[in-house]
């Protein structure tokens, strides 16, 4: 925040790295060992909004959680089978789009609104929210 004019930021984290629990008093108290002082704005079941300060600046972190249980591969096997109808496994998905010639970009990319809100609701909500206040 002190180098850049950007105080909006987006994290998307696997599910694997935090605890259920105390996911977002995590979130923060890992803040504050840099020096980041956070205080959770506004929680969804898998979606936070954090107010930043560092001294003067004020930001805003937007923490998005992936993966059902682990991580976004999961996230990416449903939207394969949304969109192209084939059931993967989460850590099959680079392979299989690999083998198909498709790349992540264009899996995503050429996704309707719908199929990415079936398939990764926490980041189509907070891209939604993101897109209205930033």
Not at 83 to 110: A, F, W
């Amino acid at each position: 925040m002190q180098k850049y004019p950007i105080n909006c930021f987006l994290w998307i984290c696997d599910r694997k790295h935090l605890r259920d629990r105390d996911k977002w008093s995590e979130v923060v108290e890992s803040l504050k060992e840099y020096g980041i002082n956070a205080e959770i704005i506004n929680d969804w079941k898998h979606l936070a909004c954090f107010r930043l300060n560092i001294g003067s600046r004020e930001g805003f972190l937007w923490v998005a959680i992936s993966g059902e249980e682990r991580n976004i591969e999961e996230n990416l096997a449903k939207l394969i089978k949304v969109r192209l109808n084939l059931d993967v496994e989460p850590k099959l998905v680079r392979d299989t789009l690999k083998q198909r010639g498709i790349n992540m970009d264009t899996l995503v990319s050429e996704a309707t609104d719908e199929q990415i809100n079936i398939s990764m609701p926490s980041l189509f909500n907070v891209l939604k929210l993101l897109h209205n206040d930033c």
